[in-house]
């Protein structure tokens, strides 16, 4: 797999957990879902940092 479709599969990831996080927001594993979906939307940013240094 590509950087590009790593890159895309990281934020369809993040997107779905903050959607599912955010729907069940009033339950603690759903603010851990809406967390996780907030740095997995990071993630890619500091991929593409990454490979810009390489």
């Known amino acids: 797999m ?7 599969s990281l934020l369809v990831a993040g997107f ?3 959607g599912i996080g ?3 927001r009033e339950k603690e594993w759903g603010v851990w879902m809406t967390g996780a ?5 990071l ?5 593409g940092i ?4 390489n």
């Not at 979906?37 to 939307?41: A, E, I, R, V």
């Not at 990454?50 to 240094?53: C, K, R, V, W």
């Open 2 to 8: 590509d950087n590009f479709h790593l890159m895309i």
């Open 16 to 18: 779905l957990l903050l």
């Open 22 to 24: 955010f729907t069940f």
């Open 37 to 41: 979906g907030g740095l997995s939307m």
């Open 43 to 47: 993630a890619p940013i500091a991929l």
């Open 50 to 53: 990454y490979i810009g240094l």
